[in-house]
Structures are given as structure tokens and as C-alpha cells.
């Protein structure tokens, strides 16, 4: 090849990549119709435990699919950081809860309103993480910081898959 000719590269994602994106999308979709499920059980705080299981869970199955080492201390603190900056949200979540203490409208409002956040967080989660193991990253270099505004932008986008998941239109 001369000098004068251009070398044009052109990245086109294997079969393999297009195959961990379509099971990781499915995945996240699945658990966030979990998440979802969960957010409805009667029990106050009980369900929040819950709903971080099923995260852990998620990720777990992720990093599975993706072939990166998964580490539960730094999972647990990555959601911590990622709940914890949607701010009002994080502190929502128990006050929703606990409200299902209540005889029949506190459970009916708690249980579909946190079941709602729930299957949100949950699916901006596993979309941050398919994000972030596309590009090779890991538990170890995950950076909640960098992602926080991504975050909560995909929150909006799981609220309406989480209300489709309950049978409930979105607004």
C-alpha cells in the first residue's frame, strides 16, 4: 500500500458483542420486572432488602455474562453511591415503605410507588453496567461519581418500563 492511499477501519461489533447486549438488555428487563414485584411485598424495610438483592443479583449475572470477577463488597457500595446520589429518591424509598404500614392505602400507594422506583433504579443499574462492561470495564474501575448524571436520566426511562411492568400508564 502507497502512502498516498487512506486506510479506512471500520469497527464492526462481532457476533459475540451483539449476542452479551441482547442477553444483558434481557436481563436487565427481567429484573427490573422483579425489582418491581418485589417492591409491592407488605412487609416495611423488607422490601428495600429485597430490591438491593435482586441488584446484587443482576450484577452478578452481568459480570457472568461478561467475564469480569464480581466482587459483592464493591457491588453493595456501588449501589449504595448510585441510590444514594438520586437524592429525594434514596430518601423516599424507606418513607414509601413505611408507609405500607398503613391499612389499605398506605400499602395500595407504597406498594406501587416504590415498586416503581424500585424496577427505576434497578434498570438504570444494569444499563450503567452494560455500559460500562462493553467498554471493559469492571467492578474495580466503576466510578459512581462519573455516572451519576447518566444515572438519573436512565431512572426516567426505567419509571416507564417499571409502570408498564405493573400495568400502569405512564404519564
Same mark, same amino acid.
Given at each position: 500500500?502507497?502512502?498516498t492511499?487512506?486506510?479506512?477501519?471500520?469497527?464492526?461489533?462481532?457476533?459475540?458483542?451483539?449476542?452479551?447486549?441482547q442477553a444483558?438488555?434481557?436481563?436487565?428487563?427481567?429484573?427490573?420486572? /422483579? %425489582?418491581a414485584? #418485589? @417492591?409491592?411485598?407488605?412487609?416495611?424495610? &423488607?422490601?428495600?432488602? $429485597?430490591v438491593?438483592g435482586?441488584?446484587?443479583?443482576?450484577?452478578?449475572?452481568l459480570?457472568?455474562?461478561?467475564?469480569?470477577?464480581?466482587s459483592?463488597?464493591?457491588?453493595?457500595?456501588i /449501589? %449504595?453511591?448510585? #441510590? @444514594?446520589?438520586t437524592?429525594t429518591?434514596? &430518601?423516599?424509598?424507606? $418513607?414509601?415503605?413505611l408507609l405500607?404500614?398503613?391499612p389499605?392505602?398506605?400499602?395500595?400507594?407504597?406498594?406501587?410507588?416504590?415498586s416503581?422506583?424500585?424496577?427505576?433504579?434497578?434498570?438504570?443499574?444494569?444499563? #450503567?453496567?452494560?455500559?460500562?462492561?462493553?467498554?471493559g470495564g469492571?467492578?474495580?474501575?466503576?466510578?459512581?461519581?462519573?455516572?451519576?448524571?447518566?444515572?438519573?436520566k436512565?431512572q426516567?426511562?426505567?419509571r416507564?418500563?417499571?409502570?408498564?411492568?405493573?400495568?400502569k400508564?405512564?404519564e
Amino acid at each position: 500500500m502507497s502512502t498516498t492511499e487512506a486506510t479506512i477501519i471500520v469497527d464492526i461489533p462481532s457476533q459475540a458483542t451483539t449476542d452479551n447486549l441482547q442477553a444483558a438488555e434481557a436481563l436487565v428487563r427481567k429484573n427490573v420486572y /422483579i %425489582a418491581a414485584g #418485589v @417492591g409491592v411485598l407488605p412487609i416495611p424495610l &423488607l422490601d428495600l432488602a $429485597a430490591v438491593t438483592g435482586v441488584q446484587m443479583n443482576m450484577l452478578y449475572q452481568l459480570s457472568k455474562l461478561y467475564k469480569v470477577q464480581f466482587s459483592k463488597e464493591a457491588t453493595k457500595s456501588i /449501589i %449504595a453511591a448510585l #441510590v @444514594g446520589c438520586t437524592g429525594t429518591v434514596f &430518601l423516599a424509598r424507606p $418513607a414509601w415503605s413505611l408507609l405500607k404500614s398503613l391499612p389499605i392505602v398506605g400499602s395500595t400507594v407504597g406498594g406501587l410507588t416504590l415498586s416503581i422506583l424500585s424496577g427505576a433504579s434497578t434498570y438504570a443499574l444494569g444499563k #450503567v453496567f452494560i455500559q460500562h462492561f462493553e467498554s471493559g470495564g469492571t467492578f474495580l474501575t466503576f466510578d459512581p461519581k462519573a455516572v451519576r448524571a447518566h444515572y438519573n436520566k436512565l431512572q426516567e426511562e426505567g419509571r416507564k418500563i417499571a409502570e408498564e411492568a405493573l400495568g400502569k400508564k405512564s404519564e
